[in-house]
């Protein structure tokens, strides 16, 4: 990724580290589970459930691996795991610092930005465009309009507590919302419909990965080539009416989608 490239980025406050809480930690020696993988497991359960909040300092190796009677490579190799999932990061000067949990989002017929809200993850937003456009064939056939015919396209950067989790560009069909910039960067574009009196009612919707392009990479502080999921949504509202078409990508280092599978008797 070019070091030069500019990335908008929201206004977050500042919170300055703290130390972690005590945590309850301990390790089975008669497990067949190896030793540094009982211990990432157990520090990856205390930041999914909020024990290890975002910017808490983790504490330093020795003293972890001297409280556990660890070695300090089976540590190291725990934190790293960790590390290598995103979850926490290693500041010269600073110490090993939880950054947060990745999100995990159900597929289910709501917005990003009401799922960040719920799960406590601060979501901030910058609009990267908001301008009428003529619209492809896919974007057409996806609205149920004809090829060439004028559509709201939006793009948006979406972060959670100060970072960007994903690149969302939605299409709606031209006159249906009022589209003002400032609102899309304060709340969520489903929460606009509702409060508009549209109805949702259902979607058609498509999950998918592939690699992230410069641009992509850029606005998502990866590396050009990381992985990225992808989401491509047709909403349509209580009579039918198609009233939106959403194509995202999310960063598959910060991001996951849940599913509920039920078994058929």
Known sequence: MSGDYARPVPKQPRHAPEPSP??????DRTSPVPLYFQ??????AAIERGALTPGSLLGNEIELAARLGLSRPTVRQAIQSLVDKGLLVRR???????VHSQV????????????L???GQRPATVVLGNAAETASARVAA????????????????????????????NHLPVGLLGCDTERLEATGLYRMMRAAGITLHSARQSVGARAADEREAGLLAEERGAP?????????????RAVEYGSHIYRASRYA?????????
């Open 22 to 27: 005590s945590l309850q930690l301990a390790v």
């Open 39 to 44: 211990l990432s497991q157990q520090l990856e």
């Open 92 to 98: 010269r000067g600073v110490g090993t610092q939880v």
């Open 104 to 115: 995990k989002r159900p597929l289910e017929l709501s917005s990003l930005y009401d799922d």
């Open 117 to 119: 809200e719920a799960a």
């Open 142 to 169: 996806a609205l149920g309009i004809a090829e060439g015919a004028e559509v709201q396209r939006i793009e948006r950067l979406r972060y959670a507590h100060g970072e960007p989790m994903a690149v969302l560009v």
């Open 228 to 240: 990225v999921l992808t989401m491509e949504r047709t909403t349509f509202d209580d009579t039918g």
């Open 257 to 265: 989608f849940e599913f509920q599978l039920l078994v058929r008797s």
